[in-house]
């Protein structure tokens, strides 16, 4: 379950550094504190909730990592809706 939670903790940090890089209109809508640091504060709450799933899963909740799972599938459905241009 480890080894799951660290890949899709992969795909999660490449979709979000590809839709910070994208450009997307809706970037510059969001929140200052999106932007601070050029974008690394959200990568660092993208690295705190994959820390908390991975530490929650290997302390006996699996379902910390099933939880990250679908918050994994939801962000890649997101991030493809902003980088196609759909959104």
Do not use: C, D
Not at 16 to 32: F, Y
Not at 65 to 75: D, Q, R, V
């Amino acid at each position: 379950m480890l080894l799951l939670a660290f890949i899709l903790g992969v795909g999660n940090f490449a979709m979000h550094k590809a839709v910070l890089e994208s450009g997307h209109p809706l970037l510059g809508q969001m929140p200052w504190f999106v932007h601070m640091l050029s974008g690394r504060f959200s990568i660092a709450i993208e690295f705190v909730m994959l820390l908390a799933a991975m530490l929650l899963g290997v302390n006996g909740y699996p379902q910390a990592i099933w939880a990250y799972f679908a918050y994994t599938l939801a962000n890649g459905v997101a991030a493809w809706l902003i980088i196609s241009r759909k959104v």
